[in-house]
T-cell receptor, first 117, second 116 residues
Framework: NAGVTQTPKFRVLKTGQSMTLLCAQD?????MYWYRQDPGMGLRLIHY???????AKGEVPDGYNVSRLKKQNFLLGLESAAPSQTSVYFC????????????????FGNGTRLTVT | KNQVEQSPQSLIILEGKNCTLQ??????????LRWYKQDTGRGPVSLTI?????NTKSNGRYTATLDADTKQSSLHITASQLSDSASYIC???????????????FGTGTQLKVEL
């Protein structure tokens, strides 16, 4: 099992450009998440999905859009990149929210390092 | 606002030595507290989890303790190795939240470096 796979690993954008970050999981997890990690701050939730075809906003959703057309994939889009979106982006997945959180750790990908100039 | 604060922010120790990382939280009531290890350039990986009724949990050389009365947790690393160099993140799940990660509160992490 590959677990959670993120592509690309690195990307440099110019202000105003757009891009899509890809996340794929092979664990048949219902829940998927996009976080960003910035120096001196804890992981912050951007958007999440509780199942195929569903998405919801997290703590810092502005400037991002997501789609979950297939259960195993969760896409994060930046329509018009800004320097404030320079960050490391992590995708994660977990078992159904109906499971006890005790048994449902988050499984993270290895991140996408994005720089917006 | 629920918070999770970790200390120290960074720590350097010699290989073979022990160390203790601290986590203070204000999430209340809470369901469980989990420690993650994040190697440089990688995603976090779960180390230990404790419910509000557990006081200690071990995973090899890692031992986590929890004092729900004072809202403090610690992660003790015994006989450190170079491979322990990583960031250690404390994460708290509020009471009543099931497996969804959309309600978690993350600490900022302690950056540990183990040197020869």
């Amino acid at each position: 099992n590959a677990g959670v796979t993120q592509t690309p690993k690195f990307r440099v954008l110019k202000t105003g450009q757009s891009m899509t970050l890809l996340c794929a999981q092979d664990m048949n997890h219902e829940y998927m998440y996009w976080y960003r990690q910035d120096p001196g701050m804890g992981l912050r939730l951007i958007h999440y999905s509780v199942g195929e075809g569903t998405t919801a906003k997290g703590e810092v959703p502005d400037g991002y859009n997501v789609s979950r057309l297939k259960k195993q994939n969760f896409l994060l889009g930046l329509e018009s990149a800004a320097p404030s979106q320079t960050s490391v982006y992590f995708c994660a997945s977990s078992y159904s929210g109906r499971e006890s959180s005790y048994n449902s750790p988050l499984h993270f990908g290895n991140g996408t390092r994005l720089t917006v100039t | 606002k629920n918070q999770v604060e970790q200390s120290p922010q960074s720590l350097i120790i010699l290989e073979g030595k022990n160390c203790t990382l601290q986590c203070n939280y204000t999430v209340s009531p809470f369901s469980n507290l989990r420690w993650y290890k994040q190697d440089t350039g990688r995603g976090p990986v779960s180390l230990t989890i404790m419910t509000f009724s557990e006081n200690t949990k071990s995973n090899g050389r890692y031992t986590a303790t929890l004092d729900a009365d004072t809202k403090q947790s610690s992660l003790h690393i015994t006989a450190s190795q170079l491979s322990d160099s990583a960031s250690y993140i404390c994460v708290v799940t509020p009471w009543g939240v099931t497996g969804g990660g959309n309600k978690l509160t993350f600490g900022t992490g302690t950056q540990l470096k183990v040197e020869l």
